[in-house]
């Protein structure tokens, strides 16, 4: 399940305002701001949020000291930026 933290920095890598993710996941905004400010989220939101963002190609990972976030480059990205 996706961290606060994985949500806000995969929602900025992708350039994604709060009404994007809304958008692609069906989630309300103000429910995803709460979210991502550490309120706790309910478990079905979570995933449609999650599921929204792999699907638009994040990948998350985490190692016990370190939140991973792996976002596709943005279009007219330089690769090795």
């Known amino acids: 399940m996706i961290s606060a933290q ?3 920095m ?4 992708l350039g ?3 009404i ?3 958008e692609h996941s069906g989630v309300n905004p103000n429910t995803i701001s ?6 706790e989220g309910m478990v079905g939101k979570l995933r449609k949020l999650e599921a929204a ?3 638009a190609g994040v ?5 016990g000291k370190t939140v991973i976030v792996q976002v596709p480059l943005l279009d007219g990205s330089k690769k090795g930026r």
């Open 34 to 39: 709460r979210y991502e400010q550490g309120q």
């Open 10 to 13: 995969a929602r900025a890598g």
């Open 53 to 55: 963002l792999r699907a």
């Open 6 to 8: 994985h949500l806000r």
């Open 16 to 18: 994604w305002t709060l």
């Open 59 to 63: 990948v998350f990972g985490e190692d």
């Open 20 to 22: 994007d993710l809304a």
